[in-house]
């Protein structure tokens, strides 16, 4: 897969396929500009090199139809603030208007187009759109990992239009960075799940599993692994579908000589509330009328001591629910661990990246993820469409 560094771009017109799918507040600001930031590396390299940078991307789903509330204008005026720079935008992301707007592009000027998915075509992955996309430019470059794990016209449909391809930088080092965690990593190799359900993440946690040398499992889909080990979970999250799955897992990790680690104390409470009260027992002492909500401090100090010794550590969800200050201490506790290792550290999902942001942690790991469905889709081995498509 060539990467952006790769081409020559003086002079062309380059379309940068970023991912431009921001929070916005209620008055029609961005929440959080993370994945903006994200993207700017690549358009000011396109910018240096004498590119006509052409911007493409979308936000929320808006099912084909044009809705005001989802257009990219706000964030074509946040990119030319990240940029100094005067930025152009378009109302559309096709057509004889779109053409006119990029033919008065000089070098180093910069357009951004509307959103994509004001088209059904776009998720379609329509051939006819993807080629009108595809007229649009030189050169196309793909900077959007969040997306990589769909087959739409302008991921992948594109591709087959275009002569010249390439990853941008985020793009890139999404993929650096996985195989550097995951396929080749310096041992010991210690991947570490959390969230909710055992169901979203299973796949991914038998795949990791066959080339780490420890897996923990924490946050509520630990209370699967629990009963599947004949406890009591009381009320707390636990997929009974799933138990005889989670013993067939734990079964495959001691017959391969690899280490399932779980928490071995939790923080437990009648509701989850702000304010709630909270007592701290072990596994196998959780009352019928509790819930666990969070890994207890010796589940903290394992998890920790796990971390600091590791060499490679991967991170995929919260170790309990942190929104709520009374059961945030596990999960901002493994962030401070991840901050104190000397190891590589590679951090992806939504709710990972929220706790990061929270402890102003971000700029202290390795590599943090701009995705959460594309990362995990790769952590369970699946090839990514739009990848593929780039190779």
Same mark, same amino acid.
């Given at each position: 897969?060539?990467?952006?560094?790769?081409?020559?771009?003086?002079?062309?017109?380059? /379309?940068?396929?970023?991912?431009?799918?921001?929070?916005?507040?209620?008055?029609?600001?961005?929440?959080?500009?993370?994945?903006?930031?994200?993207?700017?590396?690549?358009?000011?390299?396109?910018?240096?090199?004498?590119?006509?940078?052409?911007?493409?991307?979308?936000?929320?789903?808006?099912?084909?139809?044009?809705?005001?509330?989802?257009?990219?204008?706000?964030?074509?005026?946040?990119?030319?603030? /990240?940029?100094?720079?005067?930025?152009?935008?378009?109302?559309?992301?096709?057509?004889?208007?779109?053409?006119?707007?990029?033919?008065?592009?000089?070098?180093?000027?910069?357009?951004? #187009?509307?959103?994509?998915?004001?088209? %059904?075509?776009?998720? %379609?992955?329509?051939?006819?759109?993807?080629?009108?996309?595809?007229?649009?430019?030189?050169?196309?470059?793909? %900077?959007?990992?969040?997306?990589?794990?769909?087959?739409?016209?302008?991921?992948?449909?594109?591709?087959?239009?275009?002569?010249?391809?390439?990853?941008?930088?985020?793009?890139?080092?999404?993929?650096?960075?996985?195989?550097?965690?995951?396929?080749?990593?310096?041992?010991?190799?210690?991947?570490?799940?959390?969230?909710?359900?055992?169901?979203?993440?299973?796949?991914?946690?038998?795949?990791?599993?066959?080339?780490?040398?420890?897996?923990?499992?924490?946050?509520?889909?630990? %209370?699967?692994?629990?009963?599947?080990?004949?406890?009591?979970?009381?009320?707390? #999250?636990?997929?009974?579908?799933?138990?005889?799955?989670?013993?067939?897992?734990?079964?495959?990790?001691?017959?391969?000589?690899?280490?399932?680690?779980?928490?071995?104390?939790?923080?437990?409470?009648?509701?989850?509330?702000?304010?709630?009260?909270?007592?701290?027992?072990?596994?196998?002492?959780?009352?019928?009328?509790?819930?666990? #909500?969070?890994?207890?401090?010796?589940?903290?100090?394992?998890?920790?001591?796990?971390? #600091?010794?590791?060499?490679?550590?991967?991170?995929?969800?919260?170790?309990?629910?942190?929104?709520?200050?009374?059961?945030?201490?596990?999960?901002?506790?493994?962030?401070?661990?991840?901050?104190?290792?000397?190891?590589?550290?590679?951090?992806?999902?939504?709710?990972?990246?929220?706790?990061?942001?929270?402890?102003?942690?971000?700029?202290?790991?390795?590599?943090?993820?701009?995705?959460?469905?594309?990362?995990?889709?790769?952590?369970?081995?699946?090839? /990514?469409?739009?990848?593929?498509a780039l190779s």
């Open positions: 897969m060539k990467s952006i560094e790769d081409l020559s771009l003086a002079g062309k017109k380059v /379309l940068i396929r970023c991912d431009l799918d921001v929070p916005m507040n209620e008055a029609g600001e961005i929440a959080d500009d993370h994945r903006i930031v994200s993207a700017i590396e690549t358009i000011k390299y396109a910018i240096e090199k004498e590119a006509k940078v052409i911007i493409l991307g979308h936000m929320g789903r808006p099912k084909g139809k044009v809705t005001p509330s989802l257009s990219l204008k706000p964030i074509s005026e946040r990119i030319s603030q /990240l940029l100094h720079k005067p930025v152009a935008f378009v109302n559309d992301c096709i057509g004889d208007t779109v053409k006119t707007e990029i033919s008065k592009l000089k070098s180093s000027d910069v357009l951004v #187009l509307e959103n994509v998915r004001f088209y %059904n075509e776009e998720e %379609n992955n329509d051939p006819k759109f993807s080629e009108s996309l595809a007229s649009l430019c030189d050169v196309y470059i793909n %900077n959007a990992f969040a997306t990589a794990h769909r087959a739409h016209a302008s991921t992948e449909g594109i591709t087959k239009f275009v002569k010249e391809k390439a990853a941008g930088l985020t793009l890139r080092d999404e993929v650096e960075y996985f195989n550097r965690s995951c396929k080749s990593p310096k041992r010991p190799f210690l991947a570490v799940f959390g969230g909710a359900k055992v169901s979203t993440k299973i796949k991914a946690i038998k795949n990791v599993g066959k080339v780490a040398d420890s897996v923990i499992v924490g946050g509520a889909m630990a %209370n699967t692994f629990f009963a599947a080990m004949g406890m009591e979970v009381g009320k707390s #999250l636990c997929e009974p579908d799933l138990i005889s799955v989670a013993v067939e897992t734990a079964t495959w990790f001691k017959e391969n000589d690899k280490e399932l680690v779980l928490p071995v104390d939790v923080v437990i409470s009648d509701k989850l509330a702000a304010g709630a009260t909270t007592s701290i027992c072990n596994i196998d002492s959780i009352p019928k009328d509790m819930m666990a #909500l969070d890994i207890g401090p010796k589940s903290i100090a394992l998890f920790s001591e796990r971390i #600091l010794k590791a060499s490679t550590i991967v991170w995929n969800g919260p170790m309990g629910a942190f929104e709520t200050p009374e059961f945030s201490k596990g999960t901002y506790d493994i962030v401070d661990a991840m901050c104190e290792t000397k190891g590589l550290t590679v951090v992806g999902g939504g709710d990972t990246d929220l706790a990061l942001s929270h402890k102003n942690a971000f700029d202290k790991m390795d590599f943090v993820s701009t995705a959460g469905g594309a990362f995990l889709e790769m952590l369970e081995g699946k090839e /990514l469409p739009a990848i593929k």
